[in-house]
């Protein structure tokens, strides 16, 4: 119709969505979508990562220890376990003997595989 425009931009990752409508001179709805998310992205980003550090950290119960780190993904960032010990036992390593035949020492904690941390929709839930 003549005089309405609209604009719909999306942002999956943060799950974000602008709707522009407009009506009168001037079409160009698309920038004025640009320019909104490009102030609410940036929102978005400082507080994911402000989340994310506070998760970051060592938590130790008995013989139980797990270990977070923020860790660079692509263009963005990530959760991942550095260290998982449950009654003593490393987990990671065994995953790691699973995935390579061999275990890493305990000195080389660096050659073991971080496992990605995926939020489940519960406030302080990852799996």
Do not use: C
């Not at 609209?6 to 320019?35: H, Q, Y």
Request: proline share 6%; net charge neutral; glycine share 8%.
């Amino acid at each position: 119709m003549p005089g309405y425009y609209s604009n719909v931009a999306l942002v999956p990752d943060l799950s974000l969505g602008i709707v522009v409508l407009r009506t009168g001179v001037g079409s160009d709805t698309a920038n004025i979508a640009l320019d909104i998310l490009a102030i609410i992205h940036l929102f978005f980003l400082d507080r994911k990562t402000s989340l994310l550090r506070q998760y970051t950290g060592i938590w130790v119960n008995g013989k139980d220890l797990a270990e977070v780190q923020i860790f660079p993904f692509l263009s963005s960032q990530a959760l991942v376990m550095k260290r998982l010990l449950i009654n003593g036992v490393d987990i990671l390593a065994l995953g790691n003997e699973l995935l390579t035949g061999k275990i890493p020492p305990p000195s080389a904690p660096e050659t073991r595989h971080n496992i990605p941390l995926w939020y489940t929709g519960q406030m302080g839930e990852f799996r």
